[in-house]
């Protein structure tokens, strides 16, 4: 078969596989959020959150004209992108290595737990990891040619607009390339292409915001991100450090350990466009970035497998290179059939409480006052009566039910003085598959009449 077939068949089986396996549920907040801005994009009420993901919700909307179900218009899009992958990723590959390294690591990449867990679920990051690969891949052949580098600098900016994180990444290989070229006009006209993509999304979301709400809700964000996700919130370099481990055994695997021991040899002046790619995301994942959940260290993947490809193109066996390769498209194949299999088949622990009560409690009889479980309600049981937390509680509740999912909520909230505790569960996860909520409790509150 030859090279470029093989590729073919196996983008196919990936998108069958994708496809068989998606997620039947919003299992996280974001997704949820994501989710209710296919109906309603508002910055403002939280759907979705900042920085607002336009370009990914706009895609996600036109696909959404055609399914009519936001979840599933959210789940397909990471199927189709973390598909679709495969091709800007093959051809960056095929630049720094040959075709048979090339499309063995496009199998890897699109095999690897992290990767095709995302591309299974509700969420931006697949689809900013195809727009970042994209953009890669058009800059380096910018090395050479003036029109890869605009479109390279164009989409640079709309990825911007699919998931902002990307940013250290896009805009550190961009400037790499434009300092080889040495020309102040190439600078002047990449930059005028990148400003055109983020343009195209950042306008009209000012418009849609308002100015004053669009700074005040970045400004926000900011200050929880370096409140909240960094390096500041642990209470050493040891935890951070660990729980990245932790992160990169889930996301990862094991088996991916002897391709990050190859890195070494992959010489920094000959794979400079790789090691400053892994180097400028590598930065702020370690002093800022969130480390409750796996996703984060996806776009490590790209640029680790870059470097491993350039690496593998000095054997000159290619019995070893077929025996290793074997080996480790077994383990992480292994590995990742194992978590989608259970993104498949599991409810989230998020979700299963709202099953719960929406089985055994009447909404007119009842009030929700919750915190990690708040979204789930209002997008899976939108009937319910359902307050984010005490602060958004009103002062008093006349029902005869009150539930909530948070010891916090139970010791604040004054009004469960005339309610008694009547019952208490608990809802959980594996942790490598729901990293972020593993496990949940819900407390239910029935009027006690003797108090009143």
Partial sequence: MKKGKLLIFIVLIV????LIFLSPWLEDWDSVQFAMAL???SMLKQTPHPPGYPVYIFLAKSLNIFVNNPAQSLTLLSAFLGT????PFYLLAKELANKKIAIFVTFLLLLTPIEWSLSEVALSNIPGEFFAVTAAYLIYKGIKSDKFLFWGSF?????LGVRFAEFTTVGSLLLFVLILRKSGRLWLKAASYSLLGIALWLIPLIIVTGLQGFVGLYQNQIAYILSHDSISNYASWFDRTRQIWKLFLIGFGPFFLPVIFTLPFARIKKNLFGWIWLISYTVPLVFIYNLEVTRHLLPLLSPILLLFASTLSKIKSTKILLAFGIIILILTGKQSLKQVVQLKQL???????????ANNFDPRQTVL???????HFQYYAPGYENYWGVENSPKEINSKYIITDHPAINQKLSILSNYKLIEEKEFTGPDDIFPRVPRTNIYVFQKDLESI
């Fill in 15 to 18: 998108l069958i596989l994708r």
């Fill in 39 to 41: 109906k309603h994009f």
């Fill in 84 to 87: 679709a992958i495969a091709a």
């Fill in 155 to 159: 989409i640079g900016g709309l990825a």
């Fill in 347 to 357: 409810t989230p622990p998020t979700v299963v409480p709202v099953i719960f009560v």
């Fill in 369 to 375: 006052i919750t915190s990690f479980t708040y979204r």
